[in-house]
């Protein structure tokens, strides 16, 4: 089985992926867990100088370097699903969409990008207000106090996750989108997910 967080920056994605972790394992499940970017491959290590505003990329250039720091954990997910393992993913190629998309990207371009990614089976969308992000925030990147810019990759999460766009469908990407409200207390947010992963495991995963 195989997990996406996504939402825009602190609504929770890493809390709730990390929750969900740690509850699989204890119920004796394997589980991988991936962080993307992964700022420890070469390429997350180009985005990571970006965000560090150590080097200028226009915003096609990071899409590129975005797609290719997943394709890059492809055999990992790949082995990982193959043994049976669970796969969590704290973003994914959606965040591609919604982000670069925002920032002008073209969609369908974009899409093409992770057309060779394995699709996952079920998308956490963590929806949070732009106004509640901006709250939470800790860490400093580029999009930070971008209000607007925040709503605009809100709004598209959402659209992805109602079928009103469906950049990866072309590519075999049936992903099911589970919409959960940030705002409710983690402890809330992480039962409720875990509800839903237990009536998607199939039976006889726990040893
Ligand atoms: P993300 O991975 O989406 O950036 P994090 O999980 O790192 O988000 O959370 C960002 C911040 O918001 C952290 O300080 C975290 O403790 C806090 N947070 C996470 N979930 C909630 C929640 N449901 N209610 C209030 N604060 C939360």
Redesign the pocket.
């Known amino acids: 089985m195989f997990v996406v ?1 996504e ?12 929750l969900l972790e740690k509850a699989l394992k204890k119920k004796g499940y394997k589980v991988v867990y991936i962080d993307f970017p992964d700022y420890k491959n070469p390429i997350g290590k180009m985005i990571r100088k970006f965000l560090d505003k150590k080097v200028e990329l226009d915003v096609e250039t990071r899409a590129l370097l975005y797609a290719a720091d997943r394709r890059y954990r492809y055999k990992d997910i790949k082995k990982a699903l193959d043994e049976g393992k669970i796969v969590i993913c ?2 994914y190629c959606y965040s591609n969409i919604a982000y670069q998309g925002s920032l002008g990207a073209k969609p369908s371009w974009l899409a093409s990008l992770d057309a060779t990614l394995i699709f996952p089976d079920v998308v956490f969308l ?1 929806d ?1 207000p732009a106004k ?2 901006l709250k ?4 400093k990147d580029r999009y930070a106090s971008k209000k607007a810019f925040l709503e605009k990759v809100r709004e598209a999460y959402l659209n992805m996750a109602n079928g009103t766009i469906q950049p990866f469908r072309a590519y075999g990407d049936y992903a099911e989108w589970i919409v959960l409200d ?5 402890d ?2 992480h039962e409720r997910i875990m509800r839903e992963i237990e009536l998607r495991l199939p039976r006889g995963g726990e040893e």
């Open positions: 967080f939402g825009i920056d602190a609504s929770g994605k890493e809390t709730q992926a990390k704290d973003r963590m949070i509640e992000s939470r925030r800790t860490r940030g705002r409710r207390p983690i809330e947010i």
